[in-house]
């Protein structure tokens, strides 16, 4: 049975039925049968991220509203049950202990196109973009990202250059402390990405991507690559997956 949050509402677990990160809204199916409860982006942005993905497993308060029941507070997110299977190809070499092993980074979104299904991310005092793909932000609970959102990533060297194999809400990240990379909260002073000129979304042929074949950072500096002789979980064309802390950045 749902339980209560005095003057907060009750506990409602289940799953995201819709979310439409447009119209700034969806409803969650509460696990236990009770009717749907709405949940608003603006109630999701104070949990730390914008959207969430249909499927996820959300907690909730939710009060009683005339209209019915809406979430108060997103008490916890988490992707949707999913196969074991990599979201895409240039990550299956990755294990899920080493995936947990990688550093968390806080990082920005530079720009994310849902349409196209991909983007790019800027790591806070590291150079060069991550690409973000949609399949990789799905497996995380994301249905999309805004420009400027702070979001902690784990990243490996793909073939095709920086990729995230993993995609977390900054805030929430900070409040776990899962698995943070210090150097990286230091420099960061305080833990958040700091606030940057975001530049506008580009089009695929002038970030060298190709949406079609799944693009990766075609304009990132060979010196981000994983060398040849780096340890590291090697994949198919010999590029090691290696935490960005240990790549020549």
Not at 225 to 243: D, E, I, N, T, V
Request: with cysteine; aromatic share 6%.
């Amino acid at each position: 049975m749902n339980g209560e949050e005095p003057g907060l509402g009750e506990y409602v677990k289940g799953q995201i039925k819709w979310f439409d990160p447009v119209k700034g809204f969806g409803f969650l199916a509460d696990a236990e049968g009770g009717p749907d409860v709405l949940v608003h982006a603006n109630v999701l942005r104070n949990f730390g991220q914008s959207s969430v993905v249909e499927g996820a497993l959300l907690e909730v308060l939710a009060i009683r509203t005339p209209r019915g029941r809406q979430a108060s507070e997103v008490v916890t997110v988490a992707p949707a049950p999913t196969e074991t299977v990599a979201p895409i190809a240039d990550l299956e070499p990755l294990e899920d202990a080493d995936l947990q092993a990688l550093p968390l980074l806080p990082a920005r979104v530079k720009w994310f196109d849902r349409i196209k299904g991909f983007g790019f991310a800027n790591v806070f005092g590291r150079k060069g973009d991550v690409f973000l793909h949609v399949e990789v932000l799905r497996r995380w609970g994301f249905a999309d990202l805004q420009s400027g959102e702070a979001v902690g990533l784990r990243v490996v060297s793909a073939p095709r250059g920086l990729m995230a194999a993993q995609v977390l809400a900054w805030e929430r990240a900070v409040v776990d402390g899962n698995g943070l990379d210090q150097s990286a909260m230091d420099d960061s002073a305080g833990g958040a990405p700091a606030s940057a000129p975001v530049s506008a979304p580009v089009s695929a042929s002038a970030s060298g991507a190709d949406p079609a074949s799944e693009p990766g950072p075609a304009s990132e500096p060979e010196t981000s690559r994983a060398r040849s002789g780096c340890p590291g979980h090697r994949l198919p064309s010999g590029a090691a997956l290696l935490p960005m802390s240990r790549q020549v950045l």
